[in-house]
């Protein structure tokens, strides 16, 4: 999540739980999603409207051969006869049942879901991606790093070295960049990496957790460092 606007997550689960979630859980953040968007909009037409709003990223980005524009138009319109639901369970229930084939990619395909929430992600959170591991935001002077969940990829290590190597050579390229920073609950768990590197790591406020990340259970930090720094490190890097 970028610390420069808050963040819409998408309708399927909370994006930073995917990783560590099992299809239960899953199941449990997305329904909560549905609640909340419930509450949210008396007009049962306006419910309906933000779900498919907030699905159309995924419905761009997934693999046709996986989902196939036939079953996205299916899919869509049965989103719409929820708003016929009578009451909020039933309009759960039905919603549900209709998110049933995104839960089924996540248990078959789980590397193409996953793929896709991080694409889904990169576009809501208006991230540039720099490859499967690794995106970023620019706010005038800070960018922002932003690390989409990747428990099915592999060569991790490799991607995130040569990832940072070309973030580096976008800051040298850009003299308006002055800290390059990244806040998550990835910060907290790899700290001592973070500091290895040369990041500075810093608490965040509860008032910004609840903010930002308004529903993250875990430790969240910041880890900055100075643009000269950043290129020292980066930029000598084979």
């Known amino acids: 999540m970028s610390i420069e606007k808050n963040f819409q997550e998408p309708i399927i689960g909370n994006p930073n739980e ?27 037409e306006e419910r309906v409207a933000e779900i498919i709003r907030l699905l159309d990223p995924f419905f761009k980005h997934i693999d046709k051969k996986i989902l196939s524009e036939d079953r996205i138009t299916e899919i869509r319109n049965n989103i719409e006869t929820c708003s016929l639901a009578k009451d909020k369970n039933e309009f759960i229930e039905k919603m549900m049942k209709t998110l049933k084939p995104f839960f089924d990619i996540k248990e078959k395909n789980a590397d193409k879901f996953e793929e896709t929430i991080a694409k889904t ?11 499967r591991l690794l995106s970023y935001g620019k706010y005038k002077s800070i960018i922002h790093i932003h690390a989409p969940a990747g428990k099915t990829v592999d060569n991790k290590s490799e991607l995130y070295r040569k990832g940072m190597k070309k973030l580096a050579d976008i800051v040298k390229n850009d003299p308006e960049v002055k800290e390059i920073t990244a806040t998550s609950n990835l910060v907290a768990e790899h700290q001592r990496l973070f500091k290895k590197i040369g990041f500075k790591i810093e608490d965040v406020t509860d008032e910004f957790k609840r903010e930002h990340f308004p529903r993250e259970k875990r430790e969240i930090k910041k880890a900055s460092i100075s643009r000269e720094d950043f290129l020292n490190i980066f930029l000598k890097s084979n």
């Open 18 to 44: 995917i990783e560590d979630s099992s299809e239960s859980e899953l199941y449990k953040s997305s329904k909560n999603n549905i609640d909340v968007i419930y509450e949210k909009y008396s007009n049962p």
């Open 121 to 131: 992600m990169n576009e809501i959170g208006g991230f540039t991606e720099i490859n």
